[in-house]
Every structure is written in structure tokens, then in C-alpha cells.
């Protein structure tokens, strides 16, 4: 089944987890906080949080406002 996944870190690990996730077959949205278009990240059906651990709590204060309920999301912090 393909879905429409979004990867918010577009560092190293995060482009390996959207390459993953497209080699996969699915839709991918590569965004970071350099770029305009939060937005966007509501229209996926899932999330990978692929930022640094230190970054966490702040990405997730940034992409709250356009998280939807029932919208999973995947936290692969590492370091």
C-alpha cells in the first residue's frame, strides 16, 4: 500500500530514511526547517522525526501546529 510519508530532518540521516521509505515504494516529503512549507507535512499520512536528539523538542514545537490527530509519527532521533 503507498502512502504519502514525510521525513522533517533533511541531514544525512534523514534523506537515508526517505531513500528507505521511496526504495519502499511510497510518496516522500524530504523537509527541513531551512525550507518554507510546514504545511505540507499535514497532507502526509505518517512522520519521521529524523533529527538530532538534542533538536526534538524543538522540531516538535515547531511541526505542532500542523500535526493532525491520528497522524502517526516516528521519533529516530539518534546521538
Not at 56 to 74: D, E, S, W
Request: aromatic fraction near 2%; proline fraction near 5%; charged fraction near 15%.
Amino acid at each position: 500500500m503507498m502512502r504519502q510519508v514525510g521525513v522533517v530532518g533533511a541531514g544525512a540521516w534523514g534523506s537515508a530514511l526517505a531513500h528507505v521509505a521511496q526504495t519502499a515504494g511510497h510518496r516522500v516529503n524530504l523537509w527541513s526547517r531551512r525550507q518554507p512549507g510546514i504545511d505540507l507535512l499535514s497532507r502526509n499520512d505518517a512522520l519521521i522525526l529524523a533529527v538530532p536528539a538534542q533538536a526534538v523538542r524543538a522540531t516538535l514545537m515547531l511541526i505542532k501546529p500542523v500535526i493532525h490527530k491520528g497522524q502517526p509519527l516516528i521519533i529516530s532521533a539518534k546521538g
